[in-house]
């Protein structure tokens, strides 16, 4: 997946991270979902997350370009307006582009600092039901062992419920398995964009450094 700039595909990677379900609850995905989630975005979306990761467009231009792009209303004549309008790079100090894409930045990182929180909750919910849904099936099939001498019929039942408990463990221990991947790719792709916000903290530094050098 690329989007024409480092930055840019980190944005667009956050974005598909931080889709949700119904409620707005974590969306749990399985690795072909997320594949798919990853196709390369038509030109004029690649074009737009670019220009977010470069800091030409703000945040708020961003979402509001992003929302026509969905509804397939953004135009190139459009794009190419607010490349026009985008600042261009100086070497004086609070540049307008690093200091847009550093707002980007820090943006997507309270995003995904309240979905981790958020989906954390949920598999510690998950992880809870997994522990009782296990002690069902122990009961069960104690239960079963306890009564198959003097009532057949009834230990089989139990057995049959213990199934039927094992098959519901299974598929929500997948969800588990799924989330706690999600959630491992959040904590990657937090990790790089604080090493991008670093960069162009640097940046900024070396550039009021420079321009006070030349006083």
Not at 70 to 94: F, I, T, Y
Not at 104 to 113: C, D, E, H, N, V
């Amino acid at each position: 997946m690329s989007c024409g700039s480092p930055l840019g595909d980190l944005f667009y990677l956050a974005d598909s991270l931080l889709e949700r379900g119904d409620n707005n609850r974590w969306r749990v995905t399985s690795d072909a979902t997320f594949s798919a989630r990853r196709t390369p975005p038509d030109g004029l979306r690649a074009r737009l997350y670019q220009m977010y990761g470069e800091g030409q467009i703000s945040e708020e231009v961003f979402t509001a370009l992003r929302m026509l792009v969905d509804r397939g209303q953004l135009r190139p004549a459009d794009l190419a307006v607010h490349l026009a309008r985008a600042p261009h790079r100086s070497a004086r100090h609070d540049d307008p582009v690093a200091a847009n894409a550093l707002r980007g930045i820090r943006s997507r990182l309270a995003q995904l600092a309240q979905a981790r929180a958020a989906s954390e909750k949920v598999l510690a919910d998950l992880e809870a039901r997994l522990l009782d849904i296990d002690q069902r099936v122990a009961d069960k099939e104690q239960a079963a062992r306890e009564i198959i001498e003097r009532d057949e019929e009834s230990a089989r039942q139990r057995l049959a419920e213990r199934a039927e408990l094992g098959l519901s463990r299974d598929r929500l221990a997948a969800q588990v398995q799924a989330l706690r991947t999600d959630l491992s790719r959040l904590e990657d792709l937090r990790v790089q964009l604080e090493a991008k916000s670093i960069e162009l903290e640097v940046v900024q530094a070396r550039s009021r450094l420079n321009e006070e050098m030349l006083k």
